[in-house]
Each structure stands twice: as C-alpha cells, then as structure tokens.
C-alpha cells in the first residue's frame, strides 16, 4: 500500500487523539514494537501507531477516520496467533487496533445458558464467569490465560474439547462487528434458530479481521462437567490411537472430551523441562484422555472400562489414571507444555494440518522419511487434537544448523507437509488460520471457484481494502 502524505497522517492521528484520548494512541517505539511483534517473535511489523479504544462506539469512530483517511487497520487481540494474523506490514504504514480495553462482561444468563462479553475479554475469564454461574464455556487452549473471545472467534480457534464442543463457530449465538467503513452491525441475539438469510455471524467467525472487528458476542454455555476423569496413555502407533476414539467413544459416549497425541520427542522436550513423567515408556506415542459428566457420574467407570478395552485389543500398552486433582494437573501439563518447551529448540516451522482420522498413520509414516531426506537430522515434535484428526506437525532445526539457515527452507518443507496433507484430502490449517505465513499457500490448494469467491466477499465488504489486508488472501 501507498504511504498516506505526512499531513494527512499528522491530522488522523489528532483525530484519533479527539476520539478516544491521547493516552490510547501510541506512537512511542517501545510501544509499537510490543504490538508489531506475534509472542514467539516469529512476525514482525512496524505499526504507524497503536490505538486502543475502551467501547464500540470508539472502535466505530476509529474505523470511520482510518477508512476515511485511507490508512489500513490490523485488529489485535492477545497476539497469541500462530501465522502472523495479528502483525501489520513492516511499511509503518497500518494502525494497530487493540482490543484490550474492552473488557467487560456484559451479561450472564444461567437459565437461557448465554454469556454476552466484550470482544477483548480474555479467554479464561469467560470460562470463570461461566462457572460462577453453574456453566461451562468449553473452549479450552494453551494460550487460554492471554487470548481473547474476539481472537476466538476472528480464527475459529479449537483447541482440546473440539471432539466433544465443536470449534469457536460452534459456541458464538451472535456478534457485534464494526465493518470495514466504521458502520456497526448489531447482532448480538441469542438465538438457538435463526433462518432469515445469509448467517453473516458465521461469515465473520474465522475471517482473521479481514471483514471488520468484533467488538461483543452472545457465546453458548453448557452444563458444567465438574467429575472428570483424565489418563495418560502409552501407544503402539498412530493408528491405534485413531482406533481408540472408537472404543472411547463406545464407552463414554459424547462425555469424551479430550482425545490428544503426544508424539515421544514431544514428551520428552517436556519432561526435560522439568514435567514429572508418570509413565516412562519407550513407546513412541502417548495420549492424554478426558472423560467429564454432571455432579454424580460414573466417569472414571467410564474411562476404567474404555482402557480395559483398549489395552485387550492391543491399542494401549500402558496406562496411568489421575488420582486427584493435582495429579490431573499433572497429566495435561505433559500435553499443554510442549508449544512453549519447543521454543527451546529454536525457531519452530509450524503446521496444523487435518486429514481424516483414518489418514493420520499414513501422514504420519509419509512424512517422516520425506523429511528427513529434505533435511537430515530435522526434529519433528508432533503432538495435536488426534480425535480432531488435527495434527501441529511442527519442525525444529537439526542441532547443527543455525535458526536462520533452518528458516530459509520453511517454504520447501512446509511444501512437503502440505503436499502430502493435500494428497490425503486433508486441510492445511486445521484451526490456526491462514493470516500471512498461510495466504498463499491455501489459494494454491483451493479451486479457483473457492478462491474467487473469498475474494467477492472481501471485495463486497472491504471494497477499499482496508481492513486487515495481505491476510487470509493475498494481496492482488
Ligand atoms: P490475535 O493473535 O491477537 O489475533 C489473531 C487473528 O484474529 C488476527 O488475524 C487478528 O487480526 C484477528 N483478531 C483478533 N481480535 C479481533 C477482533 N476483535 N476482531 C476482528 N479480528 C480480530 N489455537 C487453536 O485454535 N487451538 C489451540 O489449541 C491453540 N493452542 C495454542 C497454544 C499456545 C501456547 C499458543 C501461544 C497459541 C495457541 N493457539 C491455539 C493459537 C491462538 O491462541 C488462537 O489462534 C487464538 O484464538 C488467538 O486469539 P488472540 O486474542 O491472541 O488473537
Ligand atoms: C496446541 O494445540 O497446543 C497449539 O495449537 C499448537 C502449536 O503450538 O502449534
Ligand atoms: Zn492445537
């Protein structure tokens, strides 16, 4: 994008200064470098300023003066987002909106099971509004102390309890969307059914900010499932962890939660770091299981036979069941871990693909042998939402090879994954997003159709462009 003249710059940033206070238009380096940079420093941006707008109507006026001055706007949540969503350009060209003043929870309602809440609200404490109130908001991700409901629904996020939830879009009722030329859409209803025309809420949920900014949403709740029962379990292969779903869902029906893959090297990293390791197998795949239900249910029956069943038929080899909350705690630091722990090893090159469920072998085994011989000595650490068929096939670099050199080769390894997920009908992201490390490579594998398409809704709503550009889909 072209450079706006210094004078029309100067006179939207007093303008935005009259808007929402000047203390919450940031132009100090320190400042923008904090909101130009994703949390691993794998992205970075310059912003020409940073604001922050604390209600709606703010969000709806800095929009109206970006839009209207011709400068580009990149909505900010937690910044907890793995492909650059988040970051502006490094032109110094976009302004950061950052939603986190907006923080309120607007209304829980037990009986109608509904929580209304501001887009900056953090994860977690959603997930505590609800419980005070006797409910649960299931989404549940690593990142749950720092992201936000706006960046949840922006990426469709998923996370741990998909199998049992659904994604993000499965739990948002309504929106409130500032569009792309500041006007303000309220649809913030709580409607279970709702038939009348385009569902424009489910238009915006995964559109990573590209179609405007979420600024509330009305989100379901479920009955608390305060019983559970959590395992962590040694496996003979990948495909035997895809047959366990089976035997876990025969025994627990929709009651399993939680179905995870930790690969050896994953588990490993981890306990290096300190985890205590409950079950040191040499097996080269673990899981992490979790059965919840209401006050009173049988659950740990429930996880005790599925276990029972798996270890007769050959697909767990050893398993070790949470005693008390503490040892739970335990269990899924061995999985919630390694993201942060895999830092440790380097720069990591991401993917979070998804094939059907009886696929993940054969990714699994394709995978290893093509990448080893594209660069020996490379070190998968792969882990993910096995019972979502979503695998985080994330690489470090061989230990010899510096970070830089490892990076300069994202683009023929990542080449490789998503070939291979492609050949197995798969996705090449599963629930991350596309934001700008993805664009391009998602728009060569779609169809043309499915590309053109994405394009007329951006271009319909977004015709200036302006709303989050160079993500999602590339710019032209
Ligand atoms: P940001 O990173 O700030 O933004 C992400 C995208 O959303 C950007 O495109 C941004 O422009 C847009 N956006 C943000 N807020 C708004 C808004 N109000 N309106 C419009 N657009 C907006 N993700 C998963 O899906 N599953 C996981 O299991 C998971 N685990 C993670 C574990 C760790 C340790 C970490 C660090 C991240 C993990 N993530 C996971 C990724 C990330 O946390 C999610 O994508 C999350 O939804 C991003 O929320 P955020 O508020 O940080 O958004
Ligand atoms: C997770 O599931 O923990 C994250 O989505 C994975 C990642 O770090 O790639
Ligand atoms: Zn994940």
New binding site residues.
């Given amino acids: 994008m072209s450079q706006a003249p210094t004078d029309l710059l100067t006179g939207l940033l007093t303008d935005l200064r009259a808007a929402i206070g000047a203390d919450h238009v940031l132009t100090e380096p320190a400042d923008l470098s904090t909101y130009g940079t994703d949390?691993r420093g794998a992205f970075r941006g310059t912003p020409l300023a940073v604001v922050r707008p604390a209600s709606t109507n703010e969000v709806s006026q800095v929009v109206r003066l970006t839009h209207d001055a011709g400068v580009a706007i990149?909505?900010?949540?937690?910044?907890?987002?793995?492909c650059g969503?988040?970051v502006p350009s490094g032109d110094g060209d976009q302004i950061v909106l950052s939603?986190g003043r907006m923080r309120t929870i607007r209304d829980v309602d037990a009986t109608g099971a509904t929580i209304t809440v501001d887009?900056g609200v953090v994860l977690v404490e959603v997930q505590a509004a609800a419980a005070t109130a006797g409910r649960l908001f299931p989404l549940s991700?690593?990142?749950e102390g720092?992201?936000?409901i706006?960046?949840?629904i922006?990426?469709n996020?998923?996370?741990?309890a998909v199998l049992r939830y659904g994604m993000m879009r499965n739990l948002v009722l309504g929106l409130e969307v500032v569009l792309p030329d500041g006007r303000v859409w309220d649809g913030l209803r709580s409607l279970r059914k709702d038939n009348t025309g385009y569902d424009l809420t489910q238009l915006f949920i995964g559109s990573?900010?590209t179609l405007?900014?979420?600024?509330g949403a009305v989100l379901a709740l479920h009955p608390a499932t305060p019983v559970r029962a959590t395992a962590w379990v040694a496996l003979p292969s990948v495909a035997a962890a895809a047959d366990l779903l089976a035997v876990l869902r025969d025994r627990a029906g929709d009651r399993l939660s939680t179905w995870e893959l930790v690969s050896r090297p994953a588990r490993d990293l981890v306990v290096g770091q300190g985890v205590h390791d409950p079950l040191p197998s040499s097996a080269e795949w673990f899981g992490l299981i979790e059965i919840a239900g209401p006050a009173g249910s049988n659950v740990g029956d429930d996880l005790e036979a599925a276990l029972g069943d798996g270890l007769a038929a050959g697909l767990v080899l050893e398993a070790v069941v949470a005693g008390s909350p503490a040892q739970r705690q335990g269990l899924w630091e061995l999985r919630e871990r390694i993201?942060?722990a895999q830092e440790t090893l380097g720069p990591t090159i991401k993917h979070d693909v998804s094939v059907p469920i009886t696929a993940l072998a054969s990714l699994v085994s394709r995978l290893g042998p093509a990448l080893q011989t594209a660069l020996p000595g490379i070190r998968p650490i792969i882990f993910g939402h096995v019972g979502d068929g979503n695998l985080h096939y994330n690489l470090s670099r061989p230990v010899d090879l510096p970070g830089e050199s490892f990076l300069a080769r994202a683009a023929d390894l990542s080449a490789i994954v998503h070939d291979c997920t492609a050949e197995l009908a798969g996705s090449i992201s599963a629930?991350?997003?596309l934001?700008s490390s993805k664009a391009a490579s998602a728009a060569a594998y779609k169809s043309e159709v499915e590309v053109s398409v994405m394009r007329a809704v951006k271009d319909a709503l977004d015709p200036s462009g302006l709303m989050?550009p160079g993500?999602v889909l590339t710019l032209e």
Avoid: D
């Fill in positions: 949390w990149v909505p900010q949540g937690g910044n907890t987002g793995m969503g988040a939603l887009a991700l690593g990142s720092s992201c936000t706006g960046g949840n922006a990426t996020a998923g996370g741990t990573e900010g405007g900014v979420v600024t993201t942060e629930e991350h997003g934001g989050n993500k």
